[in-house]
C-alpha cells in the first residue's frame, strides 16, 4: 500500500511569486491534515479536510494560504503571494478515520527568496 | 493553549543502553498521543498511538505509556540499536471538547546511538 506522497519534494522560489504544494493521502482515507515547521520551530497543525470538507482550518496563517481538496482525494495548497516567512517544511498527513493514527508524507521543503 | 515539551533535546548513548525519552502536556483533556521518529530529510514515521482510554502502547523494543492526570508520557526504548538514532517527536490530539483531530507537536528528542 503506497504511503502519503507529497509533490515537489522542494521548492525554491522568490518573495512575491505562487507556489503550489500537493498531497496525495493514503488511498481511501477520507481524513487529510497539513502541516508545517518553520524556522526550525516545533510543527504546527495548518487544516484539516474530511474528504472535501474543511473541518477545521483554525492554524492557517492568513489569507495568502488556500488548501482545497476537490472531489475529496488529493489535496493542494497554495501560498500566494510568498514571504520569506513561509519557507519551511510543509507536511501532509492522513487517516483512516478520525481519532485514528495520522501518517505522514516526507514533506515539501519550501524556500523563499 | 495546550504546551507540549520534551526532555531530553538531545540524547547520546552507547549501543545496547534502555532509553527513557520524556514528553510533558500543560492541558491534561487530550484525547490522543501520538510518538513519532523523524529521520533527517525524511517525513515523520509514526511509532504508536495510544488513544483516550488507553496506558500504554507496545511495539517490538518500544513500549510508550501515559499518564493523563499528572500530563506526562514516556517513551521506553529497550536495548538501543544505532538504527534508532534519529529525532522522536510526542503529539497530543487538542482538546476533546473541541472536536478537533489537530496534532501539538513537541519540540523532539534527538537521538543519537553509537555503536
Known amino acids: 500500500e503506497a504511503g502519503v506522497t507529497q509533490f515537489p519534494s522542494h521548492s525554491v522560489i522568490e518573495k512575491g511569486q505562487t507556489v503550489t504544494l500537493r498531497c496525495d493521502p493514503i488511498?481511501?482515507?477520507?481524513?487529510l491534515y497539513w502541516y508545517r515547521r518553520v524556522m526550525g520551530k516545533e510543527i504546527k497543525f495548518l487544516l484539516h479536510?474530511?474528504?472535501?470538507?474543511?473541518?477545521?482550518e483554525s492554524g492557517m496563517p492568513n489569507n495568502r494560504f488556500l488548501a482545497e481538496r476537490t472531489g475529496g482525494t488529493y489535496s493542494t495548497l497554495k501560498v500566494q503571494p510568498a514571504e520569506l516567512e513561509d519557507s519551511g517544511v510543509y507536511f501532509c498527513?492522513?487517516?483512516?478515520?478520525?481519532?485514528?493514527?495520522?501518517?505522514f508524507g516526507p514533506g515539501t521543503r519550501l524556500t523563499v527568496t | 493553549k495546550q504546551e507540549v515539551t520534551q526532555i531530553p533535546a538531545a540524547l547520546s548513548v552507547p549501543e545496547g543502553e534502555n532509553l527513557v525519552l520524556n514528553c510533558s502536556f500543560t492541558?491534561?483533556?487530550?484525547?490522543?498521543l501520538q510518538w513519532f521518529r523523524q529521520d533527517p530529510g525524511k517525513g515523520l514515521t509514526s511509532l504508536l498511538l495510544?488513544?483516550?482510554?488507553?496506558r500504554e502502547q507496545t511495539s517490538g523494543r518500544l513500549n510508550a505509556s501515559l499518564d493523563k492526570s499528572s500530563g506526562r508520557s514516556t517513551l521506553y526504548i529497550a536495548a538501543s540499536q544505532p538504527g534508532d538514532s534519529a529525532t522522536y517527536l510526542c503529539?497530543?490530539?487538542?482538546?476533546?471538547?473541541?472536536?478537533?483531530?489537530?496534532?501539538?507537536f513537541g519540540t523532539g528528542t534527538r537521538l543519537q546511538v553509537f555503536p
Open positions: 503529539a497530543v490530539w487538542g482538546h476533546q471538547a473541541y472536536n478537533t483531530d489537530k496534532l501539538i
Open positions: 498527513a492522513s487517516s483512516l478515520n478520525r481519532g485514528h493514527e495520522q501518517y
Open positions: 488511498s481511501g482515507h477520507d481524513n
Open positions: 479536510f474530511v474528504k472535501e470538507s474543511k473541518q477545521d
Open positions: 492541558d491534561s483533556a487530550i484525547y490522543n
Open positions: 495510544i488513544q483516550s482510554s488507553q
